[in-house]
């Protein structure tokens, strides 16, 4: 990494992400702006994904004071219609500050993903991130998706009348979630959802949004499975795959626990007939 900062970027009224060499890289941390330190930086990781901001503005830093600054107009055309970039990071890496920007009136709510701060330096786009889980299972280098859309395409078909396995098609196919992905790849950790019900009630829940104010990334499940077809699921994966994880209570869903009496049945048949 070079001793210089990393360059604000902003999308503008195309949506082409471009760099500005005038303002430096701004993080948010609650309505603070802070230039991240080289330590609290790193390239943007292979599988992320960058998003543009409606309605927002970015703000950067000032190189000659280091005070935050908003950018209101395209430095290269004039145009005002110009809009604050986040960085949507790969699985396995943790925010150390989110995208710098100030919303303007009427901003739309955005969905509930992470927003990231993101900056350019070095013909690279940089993040104020780090790694926090070292396990590969969820690198994007170790998924194909054609194999993935035939393995899961086939296990839909052999497995019609268990609606488990359908719903982890519709994570793996539809959300991209890298532990349903696992799972019809045969390997690793693989989800075993099994619970509609919450009895919690947070602000942010990525699975159930009941007020529609804005939209959760996933559905959470709808059903309660049976212990039979959580059990078609692990069986196989803790007889078949390698390095075996099977886990209830993964982020989408609701409480696993509420599911008692279900779970300890499927765990039960699966203790029957595999080693785990
Ligand atoms: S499913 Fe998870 S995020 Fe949603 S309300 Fe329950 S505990 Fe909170
Ligand atoms: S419920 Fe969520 S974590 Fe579980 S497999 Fe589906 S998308 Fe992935």
Redesign the pocket.
Known sequence: MSSNKPTLVFANSKGEIRDYEGLTMAGASGELFHCPDHAELIELPEGSELFVLPGRLPVGIEPDTGEPALLDADPYTGETDISAVAAFMAPAHTAVYTAAYQSQEKAPLLPLFAYTAVGWMDGKFWVAAFRSDQDNRQDIAGFNQNLINKRTEKKLRQHRDNRLIQ??G???LT?G????RN?FLGRWEA???SSPACNASCVGC??LQPSGCCPST?D??RFAPTAREIAEIAIPHLKNAPRPVVSFG????GEPLLQASTLEKSIHMIRRQTTK
């Open positions: 719903h982890l519709k994570c793996c959300y979630c890298p532990a349903a799972y989800p075993l959802p990525i699975s996933q959470r499940i993964q982020g989408c869903e």
